[in-house]
């Protein structure tokens, strides 16, 4: 393989919400979700009206976020999507609140934050990443190649 086929893996350290091990497609947003009446536990679909995400499903994806907003619907929103098997894969966010670490808790996926860099700045939509709850390591293999 050449160096021009290569895929460029950044690591990144953090801090263990929610421990195991998951990975698969990014789906990054900047902003914050609303667990009550932003998602639909049914699909795993962003449903929140303004979001940048409408309408895009974070099933099977390791969902990259800012973080939560809104009631604690976010814990009994989470917990369906596990039940309903539209959970995404891992989670990885900036802002640690008691709603997303609930979420995260009961959704029962890998989870990290507090990272050593900005996973919003690091990573984008269609990377492969792998999420290592129990250590807190986040490896992104990227799937874009840069024009440097």
């Not at 049914?42 to 940048?52: A, P, V």
């Not at 959970?87 to 640690?96: G, K, L, S, T, V």
């Not at 989870?111 to 490896?139: F, Q």
């Amino acid at each position: 393989m050449n160096d021009k086929n290569k895929a460029k893996t950044i690591t990144l350290h953090g801090r263990k919400v929610v421990g195991g091990c998951a990975e698969g497609e990014a789906l990054v947003t900047r902003e914050t979700i609303s667990g009550w009446g932003g998602v639909n536990a049914m699909d795993g679909k962003i449903i929140e009206t303004r979001h940048e995400l409408r309408g895009v499903s974070f099933k099977d994806k390791v969902l990259v976020f800012r973080g939560a907003k809104g009631s604690s619907g976010w814990s009994s929103v989470f917990h369906f999507t596990r039940l309903a098997g539209t959970a995404p894969r891992a989670m990885i966010f900036n802002e640690m609140t008691t709603k997303v670490a609930l979420g995260a808790v009961v959704a029962r996926v890998p989870s990290v934050t507090d990272l050593d860099r900005d996973p919003l700045e690091v990573i984008e939509n269609g990377d492969w990443v792998k999420v290592d709850g129990d250590h807190g390591i986040v490896e992104i293999t990227k799937t874009r190649t840069s024009a440097a």
